[in-house]
């Protein structure tokens, strides 16, 4: 079946020699003011929260003993990097969770500042910093329960160092998530050709398919430093409908939840649980 | 940024406490994940005390279905409702004036088929339950919305992405929702500009509280087609009935007017008078039933009687016109309507307020899995599907409702004899009397 690309927005870094590309910067300064239209450019990651919240929510709730549905993020410590204008940071904010989001394009942060600004809750939970993962390492260590890269994988130079550096602020047994694409023919087909170039669903010259990383190798970069892979799921968008769903295909799109080990560093099992929304609306 | 001096903001703000409003506020105000939410209520009448039910009965009852009395249930405001008072009623009687023809509604099993309720005891029990979750829900009492201001749907800049109410004593809300259950009239719809089919009927209901000239079990609901609209007796007690007659203004106002034996002998005369049949269609109607009873035995009904009525209760006789809307549109960003804002239905078919009650069931759905994704509130994607999956139930339940309405508004004998096939017909097929 026709598994069509879902748009992602490259995060372009800052200039330093870390895990970013600074010739994308500018072509995302121009879009910087469309993220909060649903409808727009950036609406297949609007839908994207119906099925990634309720993964990382799912997820969290499981592994806490603290189960309280009213607000079911409370008291965690949540770190988004690449976080845009702050889409997936506002609903884990209004869950209950402190969330520092992260982005090296200053206008995608102010942009992400004003939008929370109107709304004292969110406004007091979320705190954004225009910065790149590697600046706020030295006053990070261990600080975050949870991060989460959502969309950002694919555009990061260094990926070792990237999961390194997650690993540094991130505290013993804390959580790690990411959604990226898979570099397969598929993906260039449908990710590229068909939505960059063909249906312009994704700005041309958005995603560069060498940056694309295979599930395979992302697991074994992070079984190698220090992470535990528990979960490894396909996602699909279906462009008719707008949204998204789970799949059992990882060839094109792809979550991962993974843990850091323990101070001891013990060995969890490896267990590859389907993921099941228990309130989700995705459709 | 302006935020010190700006109005409160709430993450719901219902306009209307009636009692589709306040069991939307009740219902929200008890959900697990809106337990740090802020819901705000807007009534602009003073709150009434209901800790003592007169001895009498109101005039203004309601049909509760089941699927209504669950909703009541979830929050809480059902075993109120039970324990002051409310008749539950097996059975529903529905035939013409113009033949013999007539359908029982009746559940195989003893369950209940619906439970007639004054909405006095409805509101004293949502206002009981609004109490107990003051923390989350705030009801502002003789508080008239006179403004609303609508934001841009991509909001940019430096405008609040909410919408802005205005209230008559000059005081402002600021709102993530708004949910429009201000009645048919609802301002709501209006300031928002969404087109409202409606329709005025040349009907008013007249109501009262009548006693039945001899005790009985009493737990079936009546309604017979008069060429000048239904009459329908509502169970209230052994001894009580509540009157709902739909007749042309005229009618309900001499209905109004007349002495209380004259009164009482009108509506005898209408349950019981053959004045309307002919024997055209008597006879037609007769051959009918004899067919459909050599094809299938049981599927003609015993006709049971109407109970007879002795007495009305002083001024409990009111009357109020009639008519039908429907919005076109149920929500916009930001903006739900629910109950006789976004739909008003002839009394005929009981529903007015369990479609109301409907629309709270599906809208708290969608908002409560919207509030567990951190969803904002506001967005018209979970919005639509609450638009969606009610305009689906209730337009063909509206235009069917308008329909009979105009079906039985006639003695022409061609239509008579249709519809009094129609009713046999329909009386003797379960799975089309299941499925009403």
């Known amino acids: ?283 | 940024r302006s935020a010190a001096s700006a109005p409160p903001l709430y993450d719901v703000v219902v306009s209307g406490g009636g009692m589709v409003g306040s069991a939307m506020a009740a219902v929200l105000g008890h959900d697990i994940h809106f337990h740090d939410k802020k819901i705000a209520l807007l009534e602009a009448g003073p709150r009434k005390e209901y800790d003592h039910m007169p001895d009498s009965y109101s005039n203004r009852v309601s049909s509760i279905s089941p699927g209504s009395a669950t909703l009541l249930s979830s929050c809480g405001a059902w075993d109120h409702v039970c324990s002051l008072r409310l008749k539950p009623f097996r059975r529903m009687q529905v035939w013409d004036a113009c033949s013999e023809a007539m359908i029982v509604f009746e559940k195989d099993d003893l369950d209940d088929m619906g439970y007639i309720v004054e909405n006095d005891v409805i509101m004293s029990a949502l206002t009981k339950q609004l109490d107990a979750v003051a923390d989350r829900v705030e009801v502002f009492y003789r508080s008239k919305a006179v403004g609303y201001t609508w934001p841009l749907p991509s909001h940019s800049c430096d405008i609040s992405p909410w919408v802005q109410v205005e209230l008559a004593d000059g005081r402002s809300l600021q709102t993530k929702l708004l949910i429009g259950a201000d009645g048919h009239n609802s301002m709501v719809r209006k300031e928002a500009e969404i087109k409202n089919i409606e329709h005025q009927y040349d009907q008013s209901a007249v109501v009262a509280t009548l006693h039945l000239s001899e005790a009985t079990d009493n737990n079936v609901a009546w309604q017979r087609f008069l060429p000048t609209g239904p009459i329908a007796l509502l169970p209230l007690s052994d001894t009580a009935s509540s009157l709902v007659w739909s007749t042309s203004h005229d009618h309900a106002s001499e209905l109004v007017a007349m002495d209380e034996e004259s009164f009482v002998d009108s509506i005898n005369s209408a349950f019981w008078s053959n004045i309307n049949h002919s024997d055209f269609i008597d006879t037609a109607g007769a051959m009918f039933r004899s067919a459909i009873s050599l094809l299938r035995p049981s599927g003609t009904a015993v006709r049971q009687l109407p109970p007879s009525v002795a007495k009305v209760d002083p001024e409990s006789r009111a009357m109020f016109p009639l008519g039908m809307g429907h919005a076109t549109e149920y929500v916009q960003h930001r903006l739900a309507l629910i109950g006789d804002a976004a739909h008003r239905v002839h009394p005929l078919a009981g529903q007015g307020v369990n479609l109301g009650f409907g629309d709270v069931a599906c809208l708290a759905h969608h908002l409560s899995a919207a509030a567990f994704n951190g969803s904002d509130l506001g967005s018209l994607k979970h919005l639509l599907k609450f638009e969606t999956e009610r305009q689906r139930h209730n337009v063909s339940l509206i235009a069917a409702t308008d329909v009979l309405k105009r079906l039985y508004s006639t003695t022409l004998a061609p239509l008579v004899l249709l519809r009094t096939w129609g009713l046999q017909a329909t009386n003797a097929l379960p799975p089309v009397k299941v499925r009403i």
């Open chain 1, 1 to 283: 079946q026709l598994s069509l690309f879902r748009f992602t927005v490259k995060r372009p870094f800052s200039t330093s020699h870390s895990s970013v590309d600074s010739k994308e910067i500018k072509k995302f300064q121009l879009l910087a003011h469309k993220w909060w239209d649903e409808e727009g450019e950036y609406a297949a990651l609007h839908s994207m929260n119906d099925i990634r919240v309720p993964f990382i929510r799912d997820t969290l709730l499981s592994m806490s003993s603290n189960y309280n549905l009213g607000n079911p993020l409370s008291g965690i410590k949540i770190l988004d990097v690449g976080c845009g204008g702050g889409l997936l940071s506002e609903p884990l904010g209004r869950l209950g969770a402190s969330v520092t989001g992260i982005d090296p394009v200053e206008d995608n942060i102010r942009t992400a500042d004003q939008h929370k600004s109107f709304d004292p809750v969110l406004a007091k939970r979320i705190q954004y910093k225009s910065s790149s993962l590697e600046e706020i390492v030295e006053e990070s260590m261990e600080t975050f329960d949870v991060i989460v890269a959502s969309e950002v994988v694919e555009h990061v130079a260094d990926l070792e160092m990237f999961i390194k550096c997650c690993s540094q602020v991130l505290k013993p047994e804390g959580s790690l998530f990411i959604t990226t694409i898979n570099k397969t023919q598929l993906s260039y087909v449908l990710g590229i050709v068909v939505a960059e170039k063909i249906m312009g669903i994704v700005p041309e010259g958005t995603h560069e398919w060498e940056k694309f990383v295979p599930p395979e190798e992302l697991e074994r970069l992070l079984e190698s430093n220090g992470f535990s892979v528990k979960t490894v799921s396909g996602m699909l968008y279906n462009p008719l409908s707008g949204s998204w769903s789970w799949a059992e295909s990882t060839s094109l799109n792809y979550a991962v939840h993974a843990v850091k080990s323990g101070a001891q560093a013990q060995s969890h099992a490896t267990d590859t649980q389907q993921h099941s929304a228990t309130a989700g609306t995705a459709g």
